[in-house]
């Protein structure tokens, strides 16, 4: 049933997105498939693959703490991600995107692990305590690489990349974005070893999984995912935090079973982001990131007033 | 299948937690693990379960040494139940104790895992909970699930870390009375060792004691040669006495 409503969500969405925009497709002196190749289907694909992969590597990032109520933007891992594009793009800024991407796979990489020692750190009773640390954490990344960007005149790229909008994403410019649909393959295949993650170091490795190498994996997926959004559309916030919630709800924490779930209301979200910010002020546009923070702080909040408190007795 | 530690010491940041425990546990029955506070009970089981590598000595499964095992391997001979699951993920009961299957088929269950599973839920009585989440059992409930689990782990030894805290007394009968039972039914019995801090629970159920003191072996053996006044008050060194109701040996605290 709900498998049936988020797949027509997302068809409804993918059409509506395809069909709305500046350039009407049905004006006599307009090539509408070339608008559709170059503009509309990479967009809408961009849109998809970035939810979907954000919503991904939120619910990775929540099963291997064992906390709900962070995701890749509440770890460092875009802030980091940004200082490593920061850094290639001072030394070497004629680098292919590709070669960039991997530079902020990196510096995303060594942000969250950073993030990840900090956890093991942090009390687990109070399960607000983690986010808090995260978001100070990100605030001094974030901090830096503002200093950096600063110093080196470079601010107007920050912008980019803060704020996640899809209306420059064309043809030849988003493709890096499809590596999030081979990882949430990879992600599909090693979904008991997350899942297994969430039972916390001991139990996990009393199963016989390799604790480490499992986590290892998991943030190297999350940076990977993180930095290819960073570097193509910018960062979207609150989606890794609010859509494996909203499953977790409804389902569970089944990552096997939950995965194409929590993809699709990804994709789903941020599409519909997009479209909104499309027809909101038409013919401008408000960026896909701003308008679902609205929702997404809006869901935040909801989330953060009715916990699920476990019975006693 | 015997289980024993030879010379075993562990040290935790330079220091040493346990110390020279050598022990034997044949197969079958229920060990229990007593002591005060901070004596290294859980850390012995730990190492019993090969999470820690020891300082000096060895953990012998069967004669071989433990950190020689693979951990595929080493999870399909002991299962362990840590102390505090402090597992927040909503997953359901029937989902927890087929992830008690993962050492045998590693994320492709088939009709043994499903069988093991079921057997699992029978035999904790966990039907009726089976497609609840952990979040919405109560700590007596959670706490089966979670024994349940190790129990579908279908391995000769399961090593449980304080299972009954946090539980009433019916509660904790119950878990015991199954453990009981699965410890000498044949030729498939589970070899039980759990660490325990009720003593009337000890004395009921446990066939054998290990007394561990300031991470040394205080005495180890038979429940009823052990379970006197005298030595109990040794290992709490606090007065204790052991009253007999019906024919049951009781401890408790002077």
């Known amino acids: ?313 | 299948m015997t289980f024993e530690t030879c010379n075993l010491s562990i040290t935790r940041d330079g220091v040493p937690v346990l110390e020279g425990i050598d022990l034997s546990l044949p197969p079958g029955g229920i060990t229990a693990i007593i002591g005060p506070n901070g004596a290294g009970k859980s850390t012995l089981l730990h190492a019993m379960a090969g999470l820690l590598s020891p300082h000096a000595g060895a953990v012998r499964l069967n004669g071989r040494d433990l950190s020689g095992i693979q951990p595929g391997e080493r999870a399909r001979s002991l299962a362990l139940l840590t102390q505090d699951q402090g597992v927040t993920a909503r997953l359901t009961v029937a989902d927890l104790i087929a992830f008690g299957r993962w050492p045998h088929h590693q994320g492709r269950p088939g009709h043994e895992d499903r069988a093991a599973v079921a057997d699992a839920i029978e035999t904790f009585d966990l039907g009726p909970l089976a497609a609840r989440t952990l979040d919405a059992l109560s700590g007596g409930q959670r706490q089966r699930a979670f024994v349940a689990m190790a129990y579908a782990q279908t391995t000769p030894w399961i090593l449980l870390d304080e299972p009954l805290s946090a539980l009433d007394p019916r509660y904790a009968h119950d878990i015991m009375r199954r453990l009981h039972d699965l410890s000498r039914t044949g030729p498939d019995a589970r070899s039980v060792v759990i660490v325990v801090h009720d003593l009337g629970v000890t004395a009921r159920f446990a066939d054998r004691v290990i007394g561990l003191k300031d991470g040394k072996l205080f005495g180890a053996g038979e429940t009823g040669d052990l379970m006197t006044s005298d030595w109990l008050t040794r290992l709490y060194d606090t007065p204790m006495e052991v009253a007999e109701v019906g024919g049951r040996k009781i401890p408790f605290a002077a």
């Open chain 1, 1 to 313: 049933m709900s498998r049936l409503f988020v797949a027509m969500g997302l068809v409804l969405l993918v059409g509506a997105s395809l069909s709305i925009g500046v350039a009407d497709l049905w004006a006599a002196d307009i090539d509408a498939g070339l608008v559709m190749a170059v503009s509309r289907v990479p967009r809408t694909v961009a849109a998809v693959l970035a939810g979907a992969g954000l919503a991904l590597a939120g619910v990775v990032v929540q099963l291997s703490v064992q906390n709900r109520l962070v995701e890749p933007s509440l770890t460092g891992t875009p802030e980091a991600a940004m200082l490593g594009l920061l850094g290639i793009t001072l030394f070497a800024p004629g680098s292919a995107l590709l070669v960039k991407m991997g530079v902020a796979a990196a510096a995303a990489l060594v942000g969250t692990t950073g993030f990840f020692v900090l956890a093991t750190r942090v009390p687990q009773r109070d399960p607000i305590l983690l986010p808090l640390v995260g978001l100070i954490y990100g605030g001094i990344l974030g901090a830096a690489t503002l200093w950096l960007a600063w110093a080196t005149d470079l601010v107007q790229y920050l912008g980019t990349w803060t704020s996640g909008e899809f209306s420059g994403v064309l043809r030849g410019r988003y493709e890096v974005l499809w590596l999030i649909a081979g990882l949430a393959g990879l992600l599909w295949l090693v979904a008991d070893r997350i899942t297994l993650l969430s039972l916390g170091e001991s139990h996990a490795r009393s199963l016989g999984l390799d604790y480490r190498a499992t986590r290892l994996l998991g943030l190297v997926i999350v940076s990977l995912v993180v930095a290819a959004v960073v570097v193509t559309v910018g960062t979207l916030p609150f989606v890794g935090l609010v859509v494996p919630n909203i499953v977790s709800r409804l389902r569970g924490d089944n990552l096997r079973t939950n995965l194409p779930f929590i993809a699709g209301l990804g994709g789903a979200l941020i599409l519909a982001a997009d479209v909104l910010g499309r027809v909101v002020r038409y013919p401008y546009e408000i960026p896909a990131g701003t308008v679902f923070s609205v929702f997404g702080a809006a869901a935040f909040l909801w989330l953060l007033n009715a916990p699920r408190r476990p019975a006693h007795g």
